[in-house]
């Protein structure tokens, strides 16, 4: 072997939506220039137009009664696959978070072991939250009457603006343990983290369409979303005041359940999570059966 | 010879009006759909090795209806398609030959012709299959034409739309009607399309309308819609068979059709009649596959138990 | 039977549809000829050198050699486990999360291993093993993984506290699967323990103890003393162990909780039962018989729950028994390690001493005894599926838990006569109900005193629902939420 006279050229990545189990570029053929917190060129994101948006809901709409079919146990067992498969990328992550946010390599780090064990802790969820938030209810009457919390269908997630990652596993995670289909804006800025996302996604039997992850201006994707008719949600944590409202008034049109954002820190994302972005995307239904008594003369017994 | 139904119809007095035999067919035990499917599917965990997979994939063989039902049939086709019937391995004769062939009724002339000589029968689908949304005289005159050319069995399809609507005399009557004109010498088979019936109390309830009505052989499906036969349908059908049998002393033979491709299926299905229906149905009077692209994957299985190794599509024929 | 089958016409295929035999390979599994009491993560010899053999029930094979742990040892036992318990205890839950989803994980991966393993030494067919056992242990594990961080949800108060060292006895009947129901939600919640397998049964919970190292569990969180009653009595009675579980039968059961009388030990108990199957004339009749043999003919009939008292209508009671009947006479017998065996080996020479002479008693009684034709192989234990009819609630038969594969059929004529039969009894763990009619599943599940109640099922079991008994079935529960509050000081 002859010795290398020259630098070795390493293999620029090509950063891709992820919609509906696939990788495509923006149909809009548009791209942006994503830099890091120094303003160096980190690589082009697609630029997603409202079309993709569109193509987006399909797939989400698509995967959502398998999704909300699958048994819960098994959602958990492909949450934790998430958390398992991130792991073995870990390095990876944490260059694009210290890229993305301007961290030290153990900042970043810390922020990707916190999303790692976001994936965990969610995944102990599934089969949990009905738990939790459902249970008989005992009626004054010969009824059995049980309350159980449903997904709400296909949800928007527009992704926390600075956390590129920790933030946005935060809110996804939730979204999609209790067998909800999403579409994440990744945020607008720092968009790489979430992309990859979508490859360890699409390696760890999470079914294509579950998440469907689009980068581009938040501006622009994000309205035609809140107010797209087949859409059942909207968690608003990456917009701002302004738009948040607008988003919220369009997203009434067809009542929407709306996740107001909240005013909060990065040091927020690592505190733990309670139940809050779980029960924001989830209906409770009431089932009642009569139970009346064992015999036509009622029962003596 | 079998016993054919139709000189003293079984259970006769539960088809005096729609009301009775509404009232009879609702009387029927009902299914569990969660148990009826986790029964089939423990049945599929059978595990069917070395003599026991022989005697199996030359089983089905020996039932499958090798079928062509499409528009663009041919008479070119149909004769490819029995010579295949007749000798479906053309390396290895050993090989059993299929229970029929399947084809439309101006195709029936045909198909006899190319398996004259041999065992296999010539089926045809009649009575304005798949839909089957003709008036009676037509669904008749269809059968006559088929039992003319030679047919040795009918399948029918039933009215599906009467049958939801609850109207199961109009059901019976046609198929008795057309038992009647299959004549002495066709067996009938009548098709429920236990996809568009939906629920399993309604394949329950249709199994013995059709028993009733003098069906020789209960049918899952035409293979035309999204679900054709499954494990639990069929394993409902044994079930009925099973019971027709220990009321009335008349045996009855099911076919499963559509979405069987692979010996493996198959052998699932030949454990649902065996521990269901039992031994007297393990016989292709009793019991068929309806299916193309099946037989072709048990003469691979074949092949691969004979030599030892695996075989590849290019050693079977194309239909 | 109205009349005779129609004779099928003779052809090639007149022979019958024989399954050749299909054996699982015994190679995926090593055993090694001698195994020692696994303590503060390390395999040792017991104190006093004591040893005893564990047979496979099926050929009378002896499998191993195995330590026998005594008072010294429980003694050792239970000061690695206080030890490990500080550390433990202090850890996040989302650490100790970790370690359990590890062990769901590595379980899930050594599934078939573990499947022939329990196979072998339980003598139950490897068909359930493979897809009853093996995957109910998993998800065991995997969904308490999911409590030990959400602890605070559980509704027992905002920061519910383990208890301390767990001493915990469990059966050979489902030996890793007890094993599951009693370490999973024991580590979730912050406990330590010290488990004792039975002694026909120990091989799963010491290979359980290979799982743990791989997992890399702290030394001391999982102690293994394999032994006979002597060693869990001397567990239960150990003054530094904070809570006891016992899963085994009510006469034991009564022992322990003499045992603890006076002392501040936390106690679940999960023990015999008596289940009725109730079946009602409208039920689902082909799926009532799949379920009254899922319900005494799983695991041999040695199930705690299972549903060993059969109450029919009587008005189907012909139709059902003929059923029935054709049913057992399709079950496969022998070869537990055969993908096509139904019904494998009873697990001990004393077991089957027990339902043998419980049989005996049946017939002397003057019940009608009745089982499919079949060949029971020469070398083990076996006992041929066995029903009896004409059962009055007086027989012995339908009072005392046979623990086998034995049917007691008793009849009713009105959902108040059924309920009334269910209840009579000391007994009041399981019971089922197969009626198309909810209202009616729903008023009779309301009138049974019994811990779990199956309507058109029976014995289904899953790791988010609370199992366990009234009345001399024990108390406390396990599984689901509700299986938390065995290990927590709440």
Known sequence: ?????????????????????????????????????????????????????????????????????????????????????????????????????????????????????????????TDKIAQVVGGGNPVAGPYFNLSSPEPTGVVVVLAPQESSFLGLVSVLAPVIATGNTAIVIAGEKSPLPALSLGEVLATSDVPGGVVNILSGRTAEIAPPLAAHQDVNAIDLAGADEVLAKELEIAAADNLKRVLRPQSVDNAHWFTTPGTERMTAFLETKTVWHPTGSLGAGGSSY | MPTTASTALPLKDVTTSNSTLRRYLHGLPGVDAVGLEARAASLGTRSIKTTAKAYAIDLAISMVDLTTLEGADTPGKVRSLGAKAVRPDPTDRTAPATAAVCVYPDMVAVAKESVAGSTVKVASVATAFPAGRAALPVKLADVRDAVAAGADEIDMVIDRGAFLAGNYLKVYEEIVAVKEACGASARLKVIFETGELSTYDNIRRASWLGMIAGADFIKTSTGKVAVNATPANTLLMLEAVRDFRAQTGVQVGVKPAGGIRTTKDAIKFLVLVNETAGADWLDNHWFRFGASSLLNDLLMQRQKLTTGRYSGPDYVTVD | MASAPTPAPVSAFASAFEYAPAPESRSVVDIAPSYGLFI???????????????????????????????????????????????????????ERAKYLFRIARIIQERSRELAVLETLDNGKPIKETRDADLPLVAAHFFYYAGWADKLDHAGFGTAPRPLGVAGQVIPWNFPLLMLAWKIAPALATGNTVVLKPAETTPLSALFFADICRQAGLPKGVVNILPGYGDTGAALIAHPDVNKVAFTGSTAVGKEIARTIAGTRKKVTLELGGKGANIVFDDAPIDQAVEGIVTGIFFNQGQVCCAGSRLLVQESIQDELLDSLKRRLSTLRIGDPLDKNTDIGAINSEEQLARITSLVAAGEAEGAERWSPACELPSAGYWFAPTLFTNVTQAHTIARDEIFGPVLSVLTFRTPDEAVAKANNTQYGLSAGIWTEKGSRILAVANKLRAGVVWSNTFNKFDPTSPFGGYKESGFGREGGRHGLEAYLDV
């Open chain 3, 40 to 94: 503060d993560g390390e395999f040792v010899e017991s104190a006093d050198g004591r040893v005893f053999k564990t047979v496979s029930p099926s050929t009378e094979e002896v499998l191993s050699e195995i330590a026998q742990a005594g008072e010294a040892d429980v003694d050792r036992a239970v000061k690695a486990a206080r030890k490990a318990f500080e550390k433990w205890s202090a850890l996040p839950g989302s």
């Open chain 1, 1 to 125: 072997m002859s010795e290398r006279t020259y630098e070795r050229l390493n293999v620029f990545k090509t950063y891709k939506l992820y919609v509906g189990g696939k990788f495509p570029r923006s149909e809009s053929g548009r791209v942006y220039e994503v830099s890091d917190a120094k303003g160096n060129w980190l690589a082009n994101a697609p630029l997603s137009s409202r079309k993709d948006a569109r193509d987006a809901v399909v797939a989400a709409r698509k995967a959502f009664g398998g999704w909300a079919g699958a048994t819960a146990y098994n959602r958990g067992q492909i949450l934790y696959r998430v958390a398992e498969m991130l792991e073995g990328r870990r390095e990876q992550f944490v260059r694009e978070v210290a890229d993305a946010e301007g961290l030290s390599k153990s900042k970043a780090a810390a922020q990707v072991d916190a999303a790692i064990d976001r994936w965990v802790w969610y995944a102990g969820w």
